[in-house]
């Protein structure tokens, strides 16, 4: 691609090339089947009765009226279902209790912790029956009634009712407190340095807000029975770990449960989290193995699955003259909402994201919490937390710029994470560094020094500024959490393979770079290899799914074993066939010899293979790759904007991401997922918020007209570039790409608009009136 | 209570019975099998179950089936050649990477095969309008809008050409 | 599917009246891009609908021999836009009439579900509020004519009675003559979206084109419905459009009531009160003739 001049990784055949998408066709075609499609008609409707308070417990509840409305099947209620509790985050289970995740769910519950809990569920024949179900049984209930509380200040009070006694003693899911290593630095603790009156001071607190994955396609699944084993058909990101929450949930053995996963209507993390999938399957379990389908209305999607966990930074620097950092302190409060979800992981990323980017001469200590509240829970959703702390160091580093007069972009450079690094902690490693070329490219493409300098003095209601910020971020879970995947190939008749890997599509382009992956590595077109792209976990090879950017390198290395596994059993049988040959290999579908000469196709072995008398073997291979690296992929954005003052209006006139994503298997799919990240990063940056009634704990906007995505109108043209490099701890030389995308725009948007109007926003989104309440403050309007 | 509606779907007249509480979308999903017709909000602002009726794209949640009386609706099903050759919108949006989790899709399919259809040109901020009825999550839309500007520019070069070679006969 | 026990399919205004008039709890419902919605979230569950959808006798945009311009009620969002009649004379409307929701709702919706909901954000309201237009029902006693400025009786509700349909919008030519027309619709973003403030700016200007001759100014989101600032009119009428531009900001602001919701404060809808006005008024002027 002409975009991409800055390179330093060998060119391969299949890898690399922009490949049509494999499921392209059937997409445009409307042939695609994703859950609903799928669901045989008509089935019963299960409708979720959601608590009308936000804190406090169901006292009384009368089903009799509702169970007697025509259509009405059934109605069950929290006295209905299993006592115990089971944890619900889409994480690699650990066979050590200690670090297994919290468990703090039931699948209907008397303790209502979030306006909209789940209390009750209305099974009927039809939507209509259900739902009337649902307001009979809402008018039969009686609370027992605590104040909300939906900041993290009044669930730290000391009186403040504890939601969790069964899990926690208080309110406090989790605290981290991680000082980097001080030795040889002069200083016995990293506040001491930001004391030290040799050094400039910074200091800042940010506030980040509570946003929605929004896919467009709603949570939905399907269950009924078979051969006395439930069978759950879901909208996941995550079709192993849901078999296993559905047999915790319900305390069947997990074998019992068989889960597949049909195309999904897009995720971002909120499908990475099992949510209704074990109340689907307990309900067919009722009612003796009919098809129940929970398909949530977009209300519920909103009030009653995840989001980005809000949360407040404070930030301390000490810098001196050179544009050196010495020191930082972070300290995040992350609100967790009614239910841990996903919980800390996210708010130990934020204060890493915070942390990485930038090197400290003496230290960084970073603290975090995460918190129990009565807002509707967060948990994963793309970025998983790093955005927050992202946000609030990119913040940090314009501001100090401008206060000393420096370039944003040469203070960047002069602290940026060197090649080489390790982590202290997780000992995660910067194993190719594209991250000065992200800052030096963007600088050149952007026009970064003609636009400063055309806009410099400028005055008048109408301003203009570019901004930029930067971004780390690390590929896949290792070593925090557990990375295994498996992958399978079975060669067909006609000399094309079959891959199956548990990894999932969602929407990102998966199982086309898979394609890519293992024809690669076997010597054969991508056309040649069919992907399975539904997985079902009763053949599916294991896998923990689509998140953390970890498919392309986890799975990755899964493809790569197999398929190289694959093409030694190809090989072995090849010299079956031809024993006098020497160095065989496989190239462009064909198997050559050491001289170049093609000895046989693919198709004449496998019909050899499939049908000899002598030697009949199907040929296929099936590995299980354990990842124990981790490596880190960086990022810039640059963003132009013209801020209309008097009316609050941010335009992006130009934006630009640059990533080193190492080396890019398909540019096509890579820079979709730029340019939707993009999007993502815009839409937080200046409308996108969840917000929350604090008298009731009631989402005020759960629906699509009140949750602000950007539409087609609001986006300018979104360009971007990649910087490619050759990790040598991925498996084809990548790293993550899949999530970063959305973090560089929203501080590059803050930016821009601190170099146009002067005025330094430190809370998200940049809402239109936040801004000219701002403009006003400081007399510019 | 039931009713008859006799419409034509896709190319076919038929008459279909329907609860007369039901959307179009329910009709087309449910007792058809047009499944390509999206459910994301049930209240018009997502544009997934976006159908032709008469020619023109409507959202089919905010649309009773029994308003269909003598109606023509298309969905992305019927917009597939015999042959399965793809409409210039569909193979637009293929070689233009534009589809990513793919279910606003069809949705999207159906406005851009109404704008095309007219055969005129259109800037892309015209274009970024007239789209402007669909969320989409993963493209950021920048790939929808190249493939929409690229099938517009198809079609009103077929259009101009036709017209030319029209101008010609009358020349003659 | 939607929770109504029964839909009367109207075969004519009158077989609709007449349906309304036997049952007083039945709903009136035209292209339902309201109505569905609210019976969706489970308001009117069990309603009885009373369905005016796509007739004939509501449909058309006319020029009527007086200059008045006619609008059916079940005129769409997209058909209003198109009307090259509303394009020439009805320049806020047709403008107005391009902004609500997007592209397939506007082949939906119509002008007449939009007066007759009452909301104060409706986005063709505020044009038909400045042009003075006249809402022409029919109820079991016949046609009767409601001047726009008795319409609306509180937030979302209207003057016509249960048993009336409102049969087209009416827009006398002196309601329109010689001005020009501007609407100005606020959101968060570009479509899709609700209005924070809608402003619809009428604009005559003076022979001379220095001076405003006369001047209407409708906000929607300003009040619980959509309203002229009649005083500031008043005030404005007869001014140089400077210094229009220069006073209409505080008077308009002093006339109108935004309310403080979830949405927006109060502050800052009168900010943009202030500064859509002044740059509404120089743009309609420009238009209207006014030296730029």
């Known amino acids: 691609m002409e975009q991409q001049f800055w390179k330093k990784v060998a060119p391969m055949h299949e890898v690399g090339a922009a490949v049509q998408r494999v499921d392209a066709i059937d997409k445009v075609k409307g042939t695609a089947k994703y859950t609903d499609d799928l669901c045989p008609k008509p089935c019963l409707v299960a409708r979720v009765v959601h608590a009308q308070i936000a804190n406090g417990w169901v006292r009384a509840i009368d089903t009799t009226e509702a169970e007697s409305l025509p259509g009405v099947v059934a109605v069950f209620t929290f006295k209905d279902v299993p006592e115990h509790r089971f944890p619900t985050p889409g994480h690699p289970w650990s066979v050590e209790p200690a670090h297994q995740d919290v468990a703090d769910r039931r699948l209907l519950d008397d303790r209502v912790r979030i306006y909209g809990d789940d209390i009750a569920v209305v099974v009927a024949e039809d939507n209509v029956a259900a739902d009337r179900g649902v307001r009979s049984v809402l008018s039969h209930v009686d609370y027992e009634e605590l104040p909300p509380m939906t900041t993290v200040a009044q669930a730290l009070a000391p009186d403040a009712p504890v939601l969790h006694p069964e899990v926690r003693e208080t309110n406090v899911l989790a605290r981290s407190d991680m000082v980097t290593p001080l030795e040889g630095t002069g200083y016995d603790s990293v506040e001491e340095a930001l004391a030290d009156p040799r050094y400039h001071h910074y200091e800042a607190h940010t506030e980040t807000q509570q946003v929605d994955q929004t896919h467009i396609e709603t949570n939905v699944c399907y269950a009924y029975m078979e051969s006395g084993r439930i069978t759950v058909v879901s909208s996941t990101q995550i079709p192993h770990i849901v078999r296993r929450v559905c047999g915790q949930a319900l305390g069947v053995p997990w074998g019992t449960i068989r889960v597949i996963k049909p195309y999904i209507g897009g995720g971002f993390g909120n499908k990475q989290e099992v949510l209704?999938?074990?109340?689907?399957?307990?309900?067919?379990?009722?009612?003796?193995?009919?098809?129940?389908?929970?398909?949530?209305?977009?209300?519920?999607?909103?009030?009653?699955?995840?989001?980005?966990?809000?949360?407040?930074?404070?930030?301390?620097?000490?810098?001196?003259?050179?544009?050196?950092?010495?020191?930082?302190?972070?300290?995040?409060?992350?609100?967790?909402?009614?239910?841990?979800?996903?919980?800390?992981?996210?708010?130990?990323?934020?204060?890493?994201?915070?942390?990485?980017?930038?090197?400290?001469?003496?230290?960084?200590?970073?603290?975090?919490?995460?918190?129990?509240?009565?807002?509707?829970?967060?948990?994963?959703?793309?970025?998983?937390?790093?955005?927050?702390?992202?946000?609030?160091?990119?913040?940090?580093?314009?501001?100090?710029?401008?206060?000393?007069?420096?370039?944003?972009?040469?203070?960047?450079?002069?602290?940026?994470?060197?090649?080489?690094?390790?982590?202290?902690?997780?000992?995660?490693?910067?194993?190719?560094?594209?991250?000065?070329?992200?800052?030096?490219?963007?600088?050149?493409?952007?026009?970064?020094?003609?636009?400063?300098?055309?806009?410099?003095?400028?005055?008048?209601?109408?301003?203009?500024?570019?901004?930029?910020?930067?971004?780390?971020?690390?590929?896949?879970?290792?070593?925090?959490?557990?990375?295994?995947?498996?992958?399978?190939?079975?060669?067909?008749?006609?000399?094309?393979?079959?891959?199956?890997?548990?990894?999932?599509?969602?929407?990102?382009?998966?199982?086309?770079?898979?394609?890519?992956?293992?024809?690669?590595?076997?010597?054969?077109?991508?056309?040649?290899?069919?992907?399975?792209?539904?997985?079902?976990?009763?053949?599916?090879?294991?896998?923990?799914?689509?998140?953390?950017?970890?498919q392309t390198y986890v799975t990755g290395h899964a493809v790569r074993k197999t398929a190289e596994k694959f093409r030694q059993n190809i090989l072995d049988y090849a010299y079956e066939l031809k024993p006098e040959a020497r160095g065989l290999t496989i190239a462009g579908g064909e198997i050559v010899d050491e001289a170049g000469e093609v000895l046989l196709g693919m198709e004449e072995l496998a019909q050899e293979a499939f049908y000899s008398f002598r030697h009949s073997v199907h040929i296929h291979a099936e590995e299980t790759a354990q990842v124990r690296d981790n490596t880190f992929a960086f990022g810039t954005c640059f963003v132009k904007v013209e801020v209309d003052m008097p009316l609050g209006r941010v335009k992006i006139l130009d934006i630009l991401n640059v990533h080193d994503s190492g080396r890019i298997i398909n540019p096509a799919t890579a820079e979709g997922q730029v340019h939707g990240g993009m999007a993502q990063g815009i839409g937080a940056a200046l409308y996108e918020e969840q917000l929350i009634d604090p008298a009731t704990g009631r989402l005020l906007n759960p629906n699509l007209l009140d949750y602000k995505i950007p539409t087609s109108m609001d986006v300018p043209d979104l360009k971007c570039l990649f910087v490619e490099t050759d990790d040598p701890s991925g498996p084809y030389g990548n790293k993550a790409l899949g999530e970063p995308p959305l973090m560089p725009p929203t501080p590059a948007i803050r930016n821009a608009i601190l170099d146009a109007t002067g005025c330094a926003f430190f809370q998200i989104p940049m809402t239109q009136q936040r801004l000219v309440a701002k403009f006003k403050e400081e007399g510019l309007i | 209570m039931m009713r008859f509606v006799k419409m034509t779907v896709n190319g076919k007249t038929m008459e279909v019975g329907v609860d007369e509480r039901e959307m179009l979308l329910d009709t087309l999903r449910d007792r058809l099998g047009l499944t390509s017709v999206k459910r994301g909000c049930e209240v018009g602002e997502c544009g997934a179950c976006t159908v032709l009726l008469d020619g023109t794209a409507i959202d089919s949640c905010l649309y009773l089936t029994i308003w269909c009386e003598g109606a023509e609706i298309i969905t992305t099903e019927g917009l597939l050649a015999r042959d399965g050759t793809l409409t210039p919108v569909q193979q637009a949006l293929v070689d233009e990477a534009a589809v990513q989790c793919g279910f606003c899709t069809p949705g999207i399919i159906m406005s851009a095969t109404e704008i095309v259809g007219t055969g005129k040109r259109y800037t892309r901020d015209e274009i970024r309008k007239l789209i402007s009825g669909h969320l989409c999550r993963c493209t950021g839309y920048q790939n929808i809008v190249n493939a929409v500007e690229r099938a517009v520019n198809e079609c009103a070069d077929i259009a101009e050409r036709v017209s030319a070679e029209h101008a010609g006969d009358d020349a003659v | 599917?939607?929770?109504?026990?029964?839909?009367?399919?109207?075969?004519?205004?009158?077989?609709?009246?007449?349906?309304?008039?036997?049952?007083?709890?039945?709903?009136?419902?035209?292209?339902?891009?309201?109505?569905?919605?609210?019976?969706?979230?489970?308001?009117?569950?069990?309603?009885?609908?009373?369905?005016?959808?796509?007739?004939?006798?509501?449909?058309?945009?006319?020029?009527?021999?007086?200059?008045?311009?006619?609008?059916?009620?079940?005129?769409?969002?997209?058909?209003?836009?198109?009307?090259?009649?509303?394009?020439?004379?009805?320049?806020?409307?047709?403008?107005?009439?391009?902004?609500?929701?997007?592209?397939?709702?506007?082949?939906?919706?119509?002008?007449?579900?939009?007066?007759?909901?009452?909301?104060?954000?409706?986005?063709?309201?505020?044009?038909?509020?400045?042009?003075?237009?006249?809402?022409?029902?029919?109820?079991?006693?016949?046609?009767?004519?409601?001047?726009?400025?008795?319409?609306?009786?509180?937030?979302?509700?209207?003057?016509?009675?249960?048993?009336?349909?409102?049969?087209?919008?009416?827009?006398?030519?002196?309601?329109?003559?010689?001005?020009?027309?501007?609407?100005?619709?606020?959101?968060?973003?570009?479509?899709?979206?609700?209005?924070?403030?809608?402003?619809?700016?009428?604009?005559?200007?003076?022979?001379?084109?220095?001076?405003?001759?006369?001047?209407?100014?409708?906000?929607?989101?300003?009040?619980?419905?959509?309203?002229?600032?009649?005083?500031?009119?008043?005030a404005l009428r007869g001014l140089a459009v400077d210094e229009a531009v220069a006073a209409v900001g505080d008077l308009a602001c002093e006339e109108m009531n935004p309310r403080t919701s979830w949405r927006a404060s109060k502050e800052f809808r009168l900010q943009l009160i202030a500064e859509l006005s002044r740059r509404l008024i120089r743009e309609t002027a420009i238009k209207g003739g006014a030296d730029a």
Not at chain 1, 517 to 529: D, K
Not at chain 3, 167 to 196: M, N, W
């Open chain 1, 276 to 550: 209704y999938e074990p109340l689907c399957a307990w309900l067919t379990s009722q009612l003796g193995g009919r098809v129940v389908e929970i398909e949530l209305p977009r209300e519920e999607v909103f009030q009653n699955t995840r989001s980005r966990h809000p949360m407040s930074f404070d930030v301390q620097c000490a810098y001196d003259d050179d544009m050196n950092i010495i020191a930082r302190s972070c300290s995040c409060l992350s609100n967790q909402g009614g239910y841990a979800s996903h919980g800390h992981a996210l708010a130990a990323n934020a204060i890493n994201a915070f942390r990485w980017a930038y090197k400290d001469k003496v230290g960084c200590h970073t603290q975090a919490s995460t918190v129990y509240t009565n807002i509707p829970a967060p948990g994963a959703m793309r970025a998983y937390g790093m955005p927050q702390g992202q946000f609030t160091v990119e913040c940090m580093m314009d501001d100090i710029a401008r206060k000393e007069g420096w370039d944003p972009i040469d203070f960047r450079l002069k602290n940026l994470m060197p090649e080489g690094y390790s982590d202290p902690f997780n000992g995660i490693t910067n194993h190719a560094n594209g991250f000065p070329q992200t800052l030096i490219a963007g600088r050149e493409a952007s026009g970064w020094d003609d636009f400063k300098a055309r806009y410099k003095d400028e005055t008048g209601p109408i301003r203009h500024g570019i901004g930029m910020s930067a971004f780390v971020y690390k590929t896949g879970v290792y070593p925090i959490s557990l990375e295994t995947s498996t992958a399978r190939l079975v060669l067909n008749q006609d000399g094309t393979c079959q891959l199956s890997v548990g990894a999932t599509e969602i929407g990102q382009g998966a199982d086309t770079v898979f394609s890519q992956m293992a024809a690669e590595t076997i010597g054969v077109p991508t056309s040649w290899v069919h992907i399975v792209s539904f997985q079902d976990t009763d053949v599916t090879p294991f896998d923990t799914g689509a998140y953390a950017s970890r």
């Open chain 3, 1 to 234: 599917m939607y929770d109504f026990e029964s839909i009367h399919l109207s075969t004519s205004v009158d077989d609709a009246v007449a349906a309304l008039a036997a049952d007083p709890e039945a709903i009136i419902i035209s292209a339902g891009t309201d109505v569905l919605v609210q019976i969706r979230e489970g308001r009117h569950a069990g309603c009885r609908l009373v369905s005016i959808h796509n007739l004939p006798e509501l449909r058309g945009i006319r020029m009527c021999d007086d200059g008045t311009i006619e609008i059916g009620a079940a005129c769409t969002f997209r058909e209003i836009h198109e009307d090259p009649i509303v394009a020439e004379h009805l320049q806020a409307l047709c403008m107005a009439a391009d902004t609500p929701g997007g592209p397939q709702l506007r082949a939906v919706g119509t002008i007449g579900g939009n007066v007759c909901n009452g909301i104060t954000s409706a986005d063709t309201a505020s044009s038909v509020v400045a042009y003075d237009a006249v809402m022409r029902v029919r109820g079991p006693k016949g046609d009767r004519d409601i001047p726009v400025s008795e319409w609306y009786t509180g937030p979302g509700r209207t003057s016509r009675a249960h048993d009336e349909v409102l049969v087209c919008i009416r827009f006398p030519r002196a309601g329109y003559e010689g001005f020009a027309g501007t609407y100005y619709k606020y959101g968060k973003r570009e479509a899709l979206e609700i209005a924070t403030m809608g402003v619809s700016c009428l604009v005559k200007m003076d022979a001379d084109r220095a001076r405003i001759a006369d001047i209407r100014l409708a906000f929607g989101v300003a009040g619980p419905y959509p309203k002229r600032a009649v005083a500031t009119e008043d």
